[in-house]
C-alpha cells in the first residue's frame, strides 16, 4: 500500500472516530432536554397530565405513574363495559381521564411529586 493510502485510512479512522464522540455528546444533551421538558427523572407531571387528558380513557397516565391495577380497571372499564353499554361507561372513564389530567397540570411540580409518586394516590 502506498503511502498516500495508509495516511488516507488513519484520517478516516480519526474522523470517525471524532463523530462517534460527537454523535454520544449530542445524544447526552438530547436526554437531558428531554429529561428537564419531560419534569426529570423523578416527577413525571408533565408527561402524565398529557396523556391522561389525549389517553385518559385507556389509562395510560396510571401506568405512567406505577398505578397498574388502576390503569387496568381503567381500561377493561373503557373496552369491555364501553362495548357492552355502547359507550356509556367507556366515556365516564374518558371524562375521568381529562379530570384527572387537567388536576395533575395544574399541580405545582412538588405538589405533584408528593401526592402521586411519593404519597401514591391513584385517583385524583
Known sequence: ???EHKDFGEKAKEFAHEAKEEA???AKEFKEGAKETLGGPENKKLLAGILAIVLGGFGVHKFILGYNKEGIIML???LILGAITCGVL???VWIIGLIEGIVYLTKSDE???QTYQVGKKPWF
Open 90 to 92: 367507556g366515556g365516564v
Open 111 to 113: 405538589d405533584f411529586y
Open 24 to 26: 454520544k455528546e449530542t
Open 76 to 78: 377493561v372499564v373503557t
Open 1 to 3: 500500500m502506498s503511502e
